[in-house]
């Protein structure tokens, strides 16, 4: 070990141990989840106590808020639990701002897509998830679109899901994110935005560690795509450091969105499962990082990806 090793080992071992700051910022996370349903396509969403969900969730959202977060992105897609009603309860209790989605999710398999996303032209699926936006759905405006692909080469049925989206991001200036099987996936999603003449500034290629080859990280974020890393967890810290620290040596960590798609409630499961908690980053990882890296990847990215603001 060379010495400047040593302190680098020193500095990051006093990080770990100490209980963090809150960061001199506010900032935002992008892809988290309150509640997840696996069980199979349930819209509305049911078979579970609202109340419960609320109760668990409530102190991990109140955890981050003290350490600056304010906003808050739930990323669970319609027909997988998506539930306004609960987040917004949430919202108003712990003071974050907690945005919903719109969307579908063709990724496992299609087996959580609707019989009518199969029957359903791309522009119809997309003129749906307009009035979502235009409407709310129960009381909510969806602040993002939310959609889900297999692994490359892509099935016709994701493609389809993917350009519905794009035309979507079109009509309502939404940012696209996408759940991603793989490098060659995200690719060809990257391929259907550039056909449809969409800013790649509003797609953002969702659990990007998945791929390992950092070349396809490379190659979305040159041609203007969001590369997310959000599948940070203690057992995952090194990964996605190095995926961050690949990004920033090739002067591309203005297009990298961090986070760790934690929680959640999982009706069916006892107790609604292992919650995952979303203070994690806060506490184990961005301590880690370059002090001057943390604002542009919690704070400024997000708002560039993502519009509003944040106070
Ligand atoms: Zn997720």
């Given at each position: 070990m060379t010495r400047r090793e040593f302190l680098a080992s020193l500095a990051s071992a006093s990080a770990a141990a100490l209980p963090a700051a809150p960061l001199p910022f506010h900032s935002v996370l992008v892809h988290e989840h309150v509640l997840v349903d696996f069980?199979?396509?349930?819209?509305?969403?049911?078979?579970?106590?609202p109340d419960v969900v609320f109760t668990i969730a409530k102190p991990h959202l109140d955890a981050v808020y003290k350490l600056g977060c304010r906003r808050f992105q739930d990323c669970t897609p319609n027909y997988l639990g998506r539930n306004p009603r609960l987040l917004a309860r949430l919202a108003d209790a712990t003071g974050l701002e907690i945005w919903t989605n719109t969307g579908l999710y063709a990724a496992?398999?299609?087996?959580?897509?609707?019989d009518f996303a199969k029957a359903e032209s791309a522009g119809q699926l997309a003129k749906r998830w307009v009035a979502e936006w235009k409407n709310g759905v129960d009381g909510m405006k969806p602040k993002f679109v939310k959609i889900g692909v297999n692994r490359g080469p892509l099935p016709e049925l994701d493609k389809k899901i993917v350009r519905a989206a794009a035309l979507c991001s079109k009509d309502t200036g939404l940012t696209v994110v996408s759940h991603t099987g793989n490098g060659v996936a995200a690719m060809e999603e990257i391929e259907i935005f550039q056909k449809e003449r969409v800013?790649?500034?509003?797609f953002v290629w969702v659990h990007?560690?998945?791929?390992?080859?950092?070349q396809f990280h490379q190659r979305a974020a040159k041609a203007g795509a969001w590369v997310e890393f959000d599948s940070i967890s203690p057992a995952a810290l090194a990964w996605h450091k190095e995926c961050v620290e690949y990004m920033a040596g090739q002067n591309l960590l203005s297009r990298v969105l961090i986070s760790q798609d934690a929680g959640y409630y999982r009706p069916?499961?006892?107790?609604?499962g292992k919650f995952r908690p979303y203070s994690v980053i806060y506490?184990?990882?961005?301590?880690?990082?370059?002090?001057?890296w943390r604002k542009t990847l919690m704070l400024d990215n997000p708002l560039l990806a993502f519009g509003g603001s944040i106070l």
């Open positions: 069980r199979g396509p349930t819209t509305p969403p049911g078979g579970y106590d496992r398999n299609h087996q959580f897509l609707p800013d790649l500034a509003k990007a560690g998945v791929e390992k080859d950092h069916g499961e006892p107790g609604g506490e184990q990882f961005l301590p880690t990082l370059k002090a001057e």
